[in-house]
């Protein structure tokens, strides 16, 4: 399985509680970053500030006059304490749920007490991307099967068969029927007519493509 | 100078996998037989076909695909050795002297190019081409060379053109896509049904082109039923402001056959009125930004009885600036191919009204299908402002 160094961010922009909200915005504009971690002269992490959190402190542009003092205010000041950190060993679906659940959208990572990466939510988007979308020529087949032991592999039999290449298997719960699953299967091939015909054969409900509004998954 | 040459030897029919595969070069007989029937096609019109060289097929293949090409059509080869270049599968399966057959079909649509070129017809068409899934080392979804990769490069390099690719096919044109991301003196445009279970699954509208090639690539994904209102809505708006937008010296439109509702491989549901439309609107843009200079190829189409002669017919009358056909096809035509047919023949070159039961959601296909639309001409049209 996937683990988080293999996607985290290793660039990693930070500064020290003594910086600025100045240069704070200057850096995100320059490297076009929305988290920045806080770090000490050892590296370690003691806070981060989002560009959400500096929107809310800074005032607005509208009004003219530039309010120094905020802009001259230390990080040290506003920066979240101790933000929940990540380890380069995490599980990419921990670090999902971590994100979700606490209502975050990045996680520094950590490790030997210095920051070693950053994760953000869009760094996740994309590995969700990846698996889900094509990076080889290929057509997908849904198919609804009963949740129970050895459906996958009589369905793979049947690849197998075909000599057709599987690049990658999906399986989720059937929104309609809850004691389905449905198993989505990219597979390199234009012409998965015989394929969908044998897997009929066999019984098994092959949901492709679905008529949107008639059949729902 | 002749409006138009049509590219066909017999030899063309040589690219043929086996007896129930889909792909099928019998359409090219079919088309021809019916565009003589009524008389749009004389022997004078027809040009043809030559073998491409290695030399010309190396430019946009790699030269030990070619070798591993060659000596897999000569039986030198397990289909296990050759796994790696994509072919010897169920799609694309090895059949004896495979590299003559498809160095014929790159030769053709180079046939085509020299005469739109040199000035010889304004237009060429090459039904046995637009083999668009063809990668530079790899075959791919029935598609050994990539004759429009190559032609696009030997227009590139001979007559030193900047030419907009063309792709209706139901399939994403992946090959030429990717052959030409980089290259801003190239354009592609596909519209195709949307990968989401459709092969190969690219051609997303964020697909712009990479590099000093980003907005030289234009996606226009389109979802499955989509109907001919939609299809020919998209269609319209997104070639006419590529044109406008690109300014292109010559023009290549692949024509596949299989965004048709017969289809059995793809589940649009488009009917005879858009292989009508499509040739008419690039044939006036040839002439608005290219002085006339429209080469087009065949592509997909497997439904090769009652889709693929009439679709294609269309190109060669618009070409020839000849009257629409209408009404009934030609019963010599019908009576000939009939009992080879495993379907009842459409006999008209309409198709009836309605084809298909009506489609639920239609109006949020239609709706969506805008919107995808707007997202891929974003860019165009805010420079535009």
Redesign the interface.
Known sequence: MMIIEEIMNRDVHSLSPSHTVKDAITIMREKKIRHLPIVDDTEKIVGIITSHDLKNIVPSTIKGEKHLTTYDTPLEQIMVKDPLIGHPLDFIEEVALTLYESKISCLPIVTGGKIVGIVTTTDLLYTYIELT??N???????IRVIDKPGILSDITEIFKK????VLSVLVYPSTSQKDSKIISV?V???????IIEDLRKEGFDVL??N????DSI | MKNAVFIYSPEQLGYKFSDSHPFNHKRLLLTMDLLKEINALSDTDIVPARVATDEEIALGHDQKYIEIVKKAGHGLLTPEQCENYGIGTEDTPIFPNMHEASALLVGSTLQAVDHVMQGKSRHALNLGGGLHHGFHGRASGFCIYNDSTVAIRYMQEKYNARVLYIDTDAHHGDGVQWAFYDDPNVCTLSIHETGRYLFPGTGNVTERGNGQGYGTSFNFPIDAFTEDESYLEIYEQAVREVFAYFKPDVVITQNGADAHYFDPLTHLHGTMKIYQEIPRLAHRLAHEYCDGKWIAVGGGGYDIWRVVPRAWSFIWTEMNDLSLPTGSLPKNWLEKWQPESPVPFIPTWEDPNPLYEPIPRKLEIEEKNAQMLKKALHMIRAEKR
Do not use: E, M
């Open positions: 979308g094509a080889k020529p290929s057509s997908k087949i849904d075909h000599h057709a290449n990219r390199q091939i234009i012409n998965p007519l015989s492709w493509p008529l949107p509004g008639v």
